[in-house]
């Protein structure tokens, strides 16, 4: 239990680091936050390569959505364009942020991965629209057009994301050989 709290108090922390960054234009704070969350989760877990497999598959996906919906004009961020036409870090690294929550905080979604759809179709906007209200992202001027897209693309994501975390870890276990090998 003492586990889970940590990783929702690290990952809150990391989230309004994160967005404060992009408001604020201030790209050093979101790589330093991003060092100090990173440096927690794997700290915590067990499984870190299954960790970092996850975090980098949830920053990909990440930089591939939501840089789509910037380039449709749904999304406009404020500040931290490294790479023309691609989402900025601070942004990325609220996706890897995330990851960190799916084997631990979330771990119990993966039983219900309907249940992660719709509440990733409902959070998912209900997040970007409050990063849009401390000005970190601007969304569509008629609101609904970004809110839809980023419902169906959490929607889909969150329980693709539980999904991915669960047959990492249990490749991972899978891999681990059940008899410890004895060396002379």
Not at 4 to 16: A, C, D, E, H
Not at 87 to 93: D, M, Q, R
Not at 144 to 167: M, Q, Y
Request: a positive charge; charged letters at 10%; hydrophobic letters at 60%.
């Amino acid at each position: 239990m003492r586990h889970r709290i940590i990783n929702l108090v690290v990952f809150q922390i990391g989230w309004f680091a994160f967005i404060y960054a992009g408001a604020l234009n201030r790209d050093a704070l979101a790589a330093l936050g991003f060092a100090l969350v990173a440096g927690v989760h794997f700290a915590t877990t067990k499984n870190r390569r299954a960790e970092a497999e996850l975090m980098a598959a949830s920053g990909a996906i990440g930089i591939i959505l939501d840089s789509v919906l910037m380039n449709l004009g749904l999304l406009t961020f404020s500040s931290g364009f490294a790479i023309p036409y691609l989402c900025p870090f601070w942004f990325i690294a609220l996706w890897l942020n995330f990851a960190t929550l799916l084997n631990v905080s979330l771990d119990w979604l993966k039983k219900s991965l309907p249940l992660a759809a719709v509440l990733g179709a409902v959070a998912g906007p209900g997040t970007y629209y409050a990063g849009a209200r401390i000005g970190a992202v601007a969304l569509h001027p008629d609101l609904w057009p970004s809110l839809i897209a980023i419902g169906i693309e959490w929607g889909l994501a969150f329980p693709a994301l539980l999904k991915l975390a669960d047959l990492l870890v249990a490749r991972r276990s899978a891999a681990r050989p059940i008899i410890p090998e004895v060396t002379a």
